[in-house]
């Protein structure tokens, strides 16, 4: 990632930048060890770039003057806007976000999503034991995406349709995987392929090696009804039962003496031209009946019904135990009235049907529609119910329901949601539970928790700093005001930061017709204008067309007043001036009042040099001193600033003083001049010029 960018500015209490302050950055709550510094230009700006991520703290000094600005310290934010917003971990860490409803009070409220290092990303639930967390949900990356999992332990409920519009649909379990349908209707079930005339269904077991009756490697079992393989068309090997697994492998539908196999009088014989075909055997052991054909290259095995029209013309049926197919290829089953019936005891209970060269899989008697396979795509008309369904590629659904509540819309879970990426919400996100909170950070550092009623608390570092919405109108953020929260001695700071080339942000905005104000204000106490109630308001009025700094009187009368003011289409700045003696010409050493003229006072009333004391100021400390003692010039402790009103008074009054002294030497030079004239005229009149 790029070098993580710490910057800000630096200034006096009376607004002037401070060049050369020594800006240190360091490990948060540490103080010994200075990770980067960096010092403040003339314009009091400084910037830190590191590069590694982490929490620190910024520490400032000027003079004597330090102050900190912590990681910890609370940010209230009206807006906050940003392009990424990363939960990150620490080196080797996981990053964890946890989302805890009610409180956390009971088992089940809080869920966890956990992003461990390498990648593999768990949404956990403590449904089982309070602040414990199960995983219901793990995604495991690789590099190639279609070797990526997803796993669910539990059941994954869909109460819709899944669209796998992928080349293959893959559904691991290290269990049972199960296709039930309750519905008691032709093609309850249907498997379909539809994709051409080299299209095949398979059921294939690539490991078990069982052919003991009822625990075949494939079992194709009928508890009640029976087992039909059909084929309507008019070919040689129309049905075929086929085994290709090896030398060993066998078929077995046994007559080892006969030798005829003329149609009618063959040696084994499965024939009904009207009637029925009964194969049976009382041997109670393996391989009782064995369908066996081992006379030649070109021999067949034909189960022939050349004349039935009813759906059982040929039946492969078993009273107790189970009816296996296995074949070492493919096992055809071919029905030319485009309908594979599944009975149960002969009861219908599902269908797979061919409908217009696609597989329809039915279910129940009344043939309802369970799934349709159109080419790689299949459509699912009602819930599935699996422990992990997996695609290697996208689950997508056209569906266009609207979500108005936690049961509705075209995509449902009962569980939670996990995402590994961005996720992108095209309209509302809403979080319907009274006491929801949207959390963020490895230990949940930033929340948004609605309060149960009108309003939400937006909580920043977990303690001792929040912003709270309160008000009669609820949450209406644009009606109500936004405290900044804490306790104690914690600092409250609004900070915004900026890096790279962004820009650091707080705009106050009016209606290009609007005439009310825009301000920022600072407040002491309560703000009436009091000892220690100071109140200072800075913004534009909209009504009057100029910004301003507007100050409390500190006389209790609560009288506003602008200090200066800025008007719209104007450069120059207008100081507030509510001076009324502002002569210098005279002072009192005692309590420093001046007047223009000698007065009698506490102390020595005498005449006071304005123009020599302006000189003087920056090089005496006394005369300096005395600047302060008459208003003029502002000393707290090592700082030292300018009264506006008091300075420019006393600057008008050194004016005039030289002004004065001015006069005096022109008069005096013009005697001077009336001398030497006088002087030059007698010269002249002695020389006779």
Not at 112 to 133: M, R
Not at 225 to 254: E, K, Q, W, Y
Not at 631 to 642: A, E, N, P, R
Not at 657 to 662: C, D, G, K, P, S
């Amino acid at each position: 990632m790029p070098n993580h960018l710490y910057s800000g500015y630096v200034f006096n209490d009376a607004g002037t930048p401070i060049n050369g302050a020594v800006v240190h950055l360091y490990a948060r709550n540490d103080t010994a060890t200075s990770l980067a510094n960096t010092t403040t230009d003339a314009n009091g700006y400084w910037a830190i770039s590191y590069a590694t991520a982490g929490r620190y703290d910024i520490e400032i000094t000027s003079g004597d003057s330090k102050r900190r600005i912590k990681y910890d310290d609370s940010v209230q934010l009206t807006t906050m806007e940003a392009g990424t917003v990363s939960v990150r971990g620490y080196e080797g860490q996981p990053a964890v976000l946890y989302m805890i409803a009610d409180d956390g009070d009971d088992a089940g409220d809080e869920w966890k999503i956990n992003v461990a290092d390498g990648g593999v990303l768990t949404l956990g639930n403590d449904n089982a034991s309070a602040g414990t967390y199960v995983a219901h949900l793990t995604m495991t990356p690789h590099a190639t995406i279609t070797s990526s999992s997803a796993t669910f332990p539990g059941i994954l409920d869909v109460n819709g349709s899944v669209d796998w519009d992928v080349t293959e649909v893959k559904v691991d379990s290290s269990g049972d995987i199960d296709l039930v349908s309750t519905n008691d209707a032709a093609a309850a079930i249907y498997l379909r392929e539809n994709a051409g005339t080299s299209g095949t269904i398979k059921i294939h077991a690539d490991q078990g090696t069982s052919v003991t009756e009822g625990a075949e490697s494939i079992n194709i079992l009928s508890d009640a009804g029976g087992v039909g393989i059909r084929s309507t068309a008019n070919l040689a090997n129309a049905v075929n039962i086929t085994v290709d697994g090896g030398t060993t492998s066998t078929i077995t539908i046994f007559n080892d003496q006969g030798t005829t196999a003329t149609e009618g009088s063959a040696s084994i014989q499965l024939l009904s031209d009207v009637g029925g075909i009964n194969v049976k055997s009382g041997l109670n052991g393996a391989n009782a009946i064995l369908l066996t054909a081992d006379g030649g290259t070109s021999e067949t095995i034909v189960i022939h019904a050349d004349q039935g029209t009813g759906t059982g013309s040929i039946e492969l049926l078993s009273d107790v135990g189970g009816i296996e197919l296995d074949a070492g290829t493919d096992i055809i089953l071919d029905a030319g009235g485009a309908d594979i019936f599944l009975k149960d005891d002969g009861t219908l209970f599902g269908t797979l049907t061919n409908s217009s060269g696609e597989l329809v899989i039915k279910s129940s008697s009344s043939g309802t529609t369970a799934a349709t396979f159109i080419g790689a795509n299949v459509t699912l008309a009602g819930t599935v119910g699996s422990g992990a369904i997996t695609s290697t590629g996208i689950i997508k659904t056209d569906d266009t329901t609207e979500a108005t509540s936690a049961t509705d819309g075209s995509l449902q879970t009962d569980g939670g949601l996990s995402v590994a990426k961005d996720a992108i919400i095209g309209d509302d996100l809403k979080l319907l539970s009274d006491s929801a909170v949207f959390a963020m950070g490895a230990g949940s550092d930033f929340t948004i928790t609605h309060d149960g009623s009108t309003a939400a608390t937006i909580d920043i570092g977990g303690s001792g700093g929040s912003i709270t919405n309160i008000g009669a109108s609820g949450n209406d953020w644009t009606a109500n005001d936004i405290a900044l929260a804490g306790t104690g001695n914690n600092h409250r700071n609004l900070i915004i930061t900026s890096t790279g080339a962004y820009n650091a942000k707080l705009g106050l905005y009016l209606e290009a017709s609007g005439t009310a104000q825009s301000i920022i204000e600072f407040k002491q106490g309560d703000g009436g204008g009091t000892a220690n109630n100071h109140r200072y308001i800075m913004g534009y009025d909209g009504t009057e067309g100029y910004f301003k700094l507007l100050s409390l009187d500190t006389d209790g009368s609560a009288t506003a007043s602008d200090v200066f003011r800025v008007y719209d289409g104007n450069g120059d700045m207008r100081a507030h001036d509510d001076w009324v003696d502002d002569y210098f010409d005279y002072v009192c050493d005692g309590c420093h009042k001046h007047s223009q003229v000698a007065f009698d006072c506490c102390g020595i009333v005498s005449w006071h040099d304005d123009v020599m004391a302006l000189r003087q100021m920056g090089t005496d400390p006394s005369v300096m001193q005395r600047m302060v003692d008459m208003g003029v010039m502002v000393k707290d402790g090592d700082w030292t600033g300018i009264s506006l009103q008091g300075a420019h008074h006393f600057s008008w009054s050194a004016i005039w003083q030289n002004r004065q002294r001015m006069d005096g030497q022109y008069a005096a030079f013009g005697v001077w001049i009336d001398a030497v004239d006088e002087r030059l005229q007698r010269i002249e009149k002695a020389i006779g010029v």
